[in-house]
């Protein structure tokens, strides 16, 4: 437990290092989110559902990338190597990126919220009970959580083949375009079953709009499919691990 909590304060001060270095990048970056997202509620109608799925699909494509690019950093500069001498195992470590890089998520997401209801909230009806808000939370972090995992999936991909860049850039456009953000998806399309996105969407809306149709089948498959991207994560990045260490490729960039 003591290694672990020296693990998440090392991680706190490489993000305060990171914010202070590179401050007006993130701010330019958080203004320009800022805009997509009012753009395109002006273009498709303005609602909170909307509002929070455009939200939850910055967080969730912000977490892939993330961990995907600091796995290939790590691994770039050799640092990922040294880990595997300590007695730390591989995954704590990253449980505790994630860990830390997930509550700097959510407040970012939260800060975007709020700035974005100063801007529309005489056009959306707003009314959320308590219980309703803390619902939409642990919806929006389960969600966020398992596509820290789906970065690990993308992150022992670059491992062995070194640059997945372009296939993370279609899957974000994927994310946005089909995964129900804009255009409702129903349970029978295959579609639906791609990300746990989809379903989150759904649940965000029925909790919003009070639609509870399907809410225990919704949340059933929601569920599942957030096991398997985290345990389809874990695998694929241990797979390519060994694979990479074993032919020879860890260490070629």
Same mark, same amino acid.
């Given at each position: 437990?003591? &290694?672990?909590?020296?693990?998440?304060?090392?991680?706190?001060?490489?993000?305060?290092?990171?914010?202070?270095?590179?401050?007006?990048?993130?701010?330019?970056?958080?203004?320009?989110?800022?805009?997509?997202?009012?753009?395109?509620?002006?273009?498709?109608?303005?609602?909170?559902?909307?509002?929070?799925?455009?939200?939850?699909?910055?967080?969730?494509?912000?977490?892939?990338?993330?961990?995907?690019?600091?796995?290939?950093?790590?691994?770039?500069?050799?640092?990922?190597?040294?880990?595997?001498?300590?007695?730390?195992?591989?995954? $704590?470590?990253?449980?505790?990126?994630?860990?830390?890089?997930?509550?700097?998520?959510?407040?970012?997401?939260?800060?975007?919220?709020?700035?974005?209801?100063?801007?529309?909230?005489?056009?959306?009806?707003?009314?959320?009970?308590?219980?309703?808000?803390?619902?939409?939370?642990?919806?929006?972090?389960? $969600?966020?959580?398992?596509?820290?995992?789906?970065?690990?999936?993308?992150?022992?991909?670059?491992?062995?083949?070194?640059?997945?860049?372009?296939?993370?850039?279609?899957?974000?456009?994927?994310?946005?375009?089909?995964?129900?953000?804009? $255009?409702?998806?129903?349970?029978?399309?295959?579609?639906?079953?791609?990300?746990?996105?989809?379903?989150?969407?759904?649940?965000?809306?029925?909790?919003?709009?009070?639609?509870?149709?399907?809410?225990?089948?919704?949340?059933?498959?929601?569920?599942?499919?957030? &096991?398997?991207?985290?345990?389809?994560?874990?695998? $694929?990045?241990?797979?390519?691990?060994?694979?990479?260490?074993?032919?020879?490729?860890?260490?070629?960039?």
């Amino acid at each position: 437990m003591k &290694s672990y909590l020296c693990l998440i304060k090392a991680e706190v001060i490489l993000l305060f290092g990171e914010l202070k270095n590179y401050l007006l990048n993130y701010v330019f970056y958080n203004i320009g989110l800022l805009f997509l997202f009012i753009g395109l509620m002006y273009n498709y109608g303005y609602s909170f559902a909307l509002l929070i799925s455009l939200l939850l699909w910055y967080a969730t494509t912000s977490s892939t990338s993330y961990l995907s690019s600091i796995i290939s950093e790590e691994a770039m500069m050799g640092t990922l190597e040294q880990i595997f001498l300590t007695k730390t195992k591989i995954q $704590t470590v990253m449980s505790s990126k994630i860990f830390v890089n997930l509550i700097f998520t959510l407040l970012k997401t939260f800060l975007l919220l709020i700035i974005s209801l100063a801007f529309i909230a005489s056009k959306i009806d707003l009314s959320l009970s308590f219980i309703e808000f803390v619902e939409l939370l642990m919806i929006f972090m389960l $969600t966020t959580v398992s596509f820290y995992y789906l970065g690990e999936f993308f992150g022992g991909l670059s491992l062995y083949y070194k640059r997945v860049s372009s296939i993370l850039s279609v899957f974000t456009n994927i994310l946005l375009l089909f995964s129900g953000v804009f $255009t409702p998806i129903n349970i029978d399309n295959p579609m639906f079953y791609l990300t746990p996105l989809p379903a989150s969407i759904k649940l965000i809306n029925m909790l919003i709009n009070d639609e509870y149709n399907d809410f225990v089948l919704t949340i059933i498959i929601y569920l599942t499919l957030i &096991s398997i991207y985290i345990f389809g994560g874990i695998i $694929t990045f241990n797979f390519y691990l060994k694979k990479a260490k074993k032919d020879g490729k860890l260490n070629q960039y």
